[in-house]
């Protein structure tokens, strides 16, 4: 077994502002994603790594960027934070590609 | 279009009662998979179910990949498995991706 961190749980800042959230993983999974939940929608993918060192962008990768410092984490950044981003953030992790993902509990963003 | 189609919205029922969760496809795909979702805002991965039927304890999920379709079905419903239930499909693109489109969610409450 294994676990996903997130952290931190809950983020606030402020409109403009740079934040980054962090997710490590101990499964060690090669790939690794970080999904958007906005109240009501389905998640949404934003950045994907299929292995350390790699980085692909999702269909919400505008606004943000991403880093894959070493194979168990994998951070991400929102490069200048808006209203609208409210939303809870997931990261989650797979042994690779075409394999069962497992989620971490979630940062949750409110922007001020 | 919504790639990922889940229903019911929503749905309440009664401490004992079954329920069937359906989440249909427009896309061919490779693999799916179902999360459930605690309130607080956690995934929890219930079944990676590539094609056919799986078991886990009251829970039986069936994918027919052929037909783009799957179903969860939930047995005995306690209080305890209120919360969102979320499908996801891994699209058959060709690409190495691994990626995975949601639905929104059923939101299943159950009353004693």
């Known amino acids: 077994g294994g676990i996903i961190t997130q952290t931190p749980k809950f983020l606030i800042g402020q409109e403009g502002q740079k934040l980054t959230l962090k997710c490590q993983q101990n499964f060690n999974h090669d790939t690794m994603y970080w999904y958007r939940q906005d109240s009501g929608k389905g998640l949404r993918l934003i950045y994907y790594s299929i292995t350390e060192n790699d980085l692909q962008k999702g269909d919400l990768s505008e606004g943000y960027d991403a880093s894959r410092e070493k194979k168990s984490s994998f951070s991400l950044t929102v490069t200048s934070a808006q209203k609208n981003e409210m939303a809870v953030f997931l990261c989650a992790s797979s042994i690779g590609v075409y394999a069962e993902q497992f989620f971490g509990p979630g940062t949750r963003l409110t922007v001020l | 279009g919504q790639q990922v189609q889940q229903s019911p919205a929503s749905l309440v029922l009664q401490e004992g009662e079954n329920a069937e969760l359906q989440c249909n496809f427009s896309t061919s795909l490779n693999s799916m998979q179902w999360f459930y979702q605690r309130p607080e805002g956690s995934l929890v991965s219930l079944f990676y179910n590539p094609s056919g039927t799986k078991q886990s304890g009251r829970l039986t999920s069936t994918t027919v990949i052929k037909e783009r379709r799957s179903s969860l079905h939930i047995s005995s419903s306690q209080i305890t498995d209120s919360g969102t239930y979320l499908c996801?499909?891994?699209?058959?693109?060709?690409?190495?991706?691994?990626?995975?489109?949601f639905g929104h969610g059923t939101i299943l409450r159950v009353h004693p």
């Open positions: 996801a499909m891994e699209r058959n693109t060709g690409a190495n991706t691994g990626k995975l489109t």
